[in-house]
């Protein structure tokens, strides 16, 4: 009798066991299955993230402040992804995956003191390109940009728009080429000219209308691949305004 009872208990000690490691599994594919549980949270988290990269130019700056404008307000908000470019510009933006970039821009705050390879900023003022086009966040993007917002055009109309504005033809501009590190000076002039308006515009808080306006009346003219100024352009070593608004 005292065997039987031995074996009795052996048998509900080991069914235990069995019952104990059944639930253990069970928690543990219910925690992978939604993302919980402390590592798993984390890794969830890690794995819904996704990178937008490029880099801010007029000159490669270095200095701005660049986000993701998540509420399109055009301004740089605390719960924004937002970093600093670095060297030659570059910046790189960490964002949920479920965020819709379609109709969101990537803002970049060029401060006083930021450092432009063209010379020092003496006007804060912004710079814009979609999300959809990270690479290059230029004084040209940010025409394009603000054609979008203006017009509801796609970016591809938009910049047709700005190209056939500034150049009367719509392909002329190519709005993703890094003309520094192709050492196309005519384009790097013409973004120059256009930083200098959105610098004035920025002073005299201008909306994008306006800001266009502005820049439209810029007397460029531009033949597909290559910018020809229309008449010869003293480009000093810094076209940017100086204090008090000073050419």
Known sequence: MEQQNTQIVEFKSKWQRVLSLSLAFSVS????????????????????QTQLSGQVMDGYIQGATVCLDLN??????????????????????????????????????VPVGAIDQDGPVYTAYQMRTPAQAPALVTPLTTLATYEMKTTGATWAQAQQAVSLRLAGDAAAIDFTQDYVAQANEAGHALARRVAASLQTSALNAHAPADILAAVYALNVQVTPFTLQMAAPVTVHVNDYLRPNNQP
Not at 29 to 48: D, M, N, P
Not at 91 to 99: D, E, G, I, S
């Open 72 to 109: 399109d307000n055009g301004s740089c908000d605390a719960n924004e992804p937002s970093t600093v470019s670095g060297a030659q510009g570059a910046y790189v933006l960490n964002h949920n995956t479920a965020v819709n970039l379609s109709a969101l821009s990537i803002l970049a705050n």
């Open 29 to 48: 594919v219910a925690l992978t299955a939604c993302g919980g549980g402390g590592g798993g949270a984390s890794l969830s988290g890690i794995e819904s």
